[in-house]
């Protein structure tokens, strides 16, 4: 037990130690609960107690237990987990101009034929003409047939079949809790964290299993340089679900129309739903296909989500879509689209309406012409990266089809060479372990940045790897 010495001009005598102890022992039977804290005696000063707080140790708990699927989960999200030791970083060297390539964040301006748009849109909300409240959950109409005609015409895919969100990462949650904790699930290796860490969150998976880097009861589908990114899917148990990425995150690599054939009749075959993530489709060329539903009875098997984040610089703005055809069916012949209806109407008041009308404005000729030009320049970015890593003798994937670059280290672990490249050039990337196991000894490499930044980077990169 200790006090706190407050000296005052008082002529008192101070306290023995021993008047101190029983002192002492009187005092924390008043209070009690509260703690008292001291400093060392001084000369000619008196001793006053001041108690402080009680300790977190006496803090009230409810006696709700905690969703034992959370705490399952190993480590924060990987990108909070990459901005903390960039904020960490950024304490340690202040002066240092530090270079993010690392979480995928768009940093061109919106173009502002789109912004002109959502101006307007939010300056008619004060007025009683052009105020609106609530609209349709599922998004407003205008909207969802001008993303049926733009990135779906000749598909099949209907404007009823289209369910506007706030982004793609929402849309995967919702998809999460309409499959339940009963279903299985597989997912590309490495892919998006969103999906294995949801998945853990709903409880469809067993324990992490540390040695080998895998939550039980998930089919993790190895996608590596030694099978061009495209699982053997004879190798690949039956699940219920199937989470694909294409363009990939992280690998930047875009499955071909025959890989997505052989994806959608082994889902076919094994009566299993397909969640498509097109979030780059946007960055595809040549033949590549842009959609799961150009490959014939996708429409039966699969649900494609997407999201203008990369497309129009809406990582802040909010926008999104999924689509949902009528003709997939659960076993019992129910259509999937009701029930996602339903979880839609439920947890959801539909997207603001003045990104709706940012969203329908880059659906407009000049905004399509405006998004192709942003698209564009973070190629032009993917390239300058690519050439970099090229020119120093490392072997690169990706950067054709998305915006990422994923740079290969044999034999030397992610993160090691996260915080190499972070603590020597000051350039945050993201480590390829994050992603799964079959990331380690990669580094992904983003291209959304700034020219100047870009080209800075790469400076810095020459100069570390010479």
């Not at 006696?63 to 901005?83: M, T, W």
Request: aromatic fraction near 10%; glycine fraction near 8%; charge should be neutral.
């Amino acid at each position: 037990m200790s006090f706190s010495v407050l000296h005052h001009n008082h002529h008192v005598a101070p306290l023995s130690s021993s008047s101190s102890s029983i002192f002492a022992q009187k005092t924390f039977t008043a209070l009690r609960t509260q703690v008292v804290s001291v400093a060392p005696k001084k000369a000619a000063g008196v001793c006053k107690c001041v108690a402080t707080s009680p300790t977190e140790q006496t803090a009230y708990k409810t006696k709700v237990s905690r969703n034992g699927n959370i705490a399952k989960l190993q480590a924060g999200y990987l990108f909070p987990e990459i901005g903390r030791r960039k904020a960490a970083h950024m304490l340690k060297y202040p002066d240092a101009q530090v270079i993010s390539l690392g979480i995928g964040d768009t940093t061109e301006p919106i173009p502002e034929v789109i912004t002109s748009a959502m101006a307007k849109r939010a300056l008619g909300l004060s007025t009683v003409e052009g105020y609106s409240g609530y609209g349709a959950e599922q998004g407003e109409k205008q909207l969802r047939a001008k993303l049926a005609s733009t990135f779906y015409a000749n598909l099949g895919i209907e404007e009823d079949d289209i369910f506007v969100s706030d982004g793609a990462k929402s849309d995967i949650s919702r998809l999460q809790v309409l499959f339940g904790s009963n279903v299985t699930m597989a997912v590309q290796d490495p892919s998006y964290p969103a999906y294995v860490d949801s998945s853990v969150i709903i409880g469809q998976t067993g324990e992490y299993q540390k040695d080998i880097e895998k939550f039980g009861n998930i089919e993790y589908m190895k996608c590596t340089p030694e099978n061009d990114f495209f699982p053997d899917l004879s190798k690949v148990s039956r699940t219920d679900i199937i989470f694909f990425c294409s363009p990939n995150n992280p690998t930047g690599s875009a499955a071909s129309r025959e890989q997505l054939a052989k994806l959608v009749k082994f889902a076919k075959d094994n009566g299993s739903i397909i969640i498509y993530d097109s979030a780059y489709a946007m960055y595809v060329s040549g033949d590549t296909p842009k959609s799961i539903f150009e490959i014939p009875g996708a429409k039966e098997v699969a649900i494609e989500t997407a999201s203008f984040s990369k497309y129009a610089g809406f990582t802040g703005v909010r926008l999104g879509w999924t689509v949902v055809p009528k003709e997939l069916k659960y076993s019992d012949g129910f259509p999937v689209a009701k029930d996602f209806n339903r979880i839609v109407c439920t947890g959801f008041n539909g997207a603001s309406n003045i990104a709706q009308a940012g969203g329908l404005a880059c659906l407009s000729p000049e905004g399509l012409q405006a998004m192709h030009e942003v698209v564009g320049f973070y190629k032009e970015n993917t390239k300058i990266i690519v050439d970099t890593f090229t020119s120093l003798g490392f072997t690169v994937y990706g950067g054709i089809h998305a915006p990422y670059v994923w740079v290969h280290f044999p034999g030397r672990s992610s993160w090691d060479v996260f915080s190499e490249i972070l603590e020597k050039t000051h350039v945050v990337t993201t480590p390829g372990s994050g992603f799964g196991p079959a990331g380690e000894g990669f580094v992904r490499v983003s291209a959304f940045g700034h020219r100047d930044n870009v080209l800075e980077a790469c400076r810095r990169f020459k100069e570390l790897y010479k």
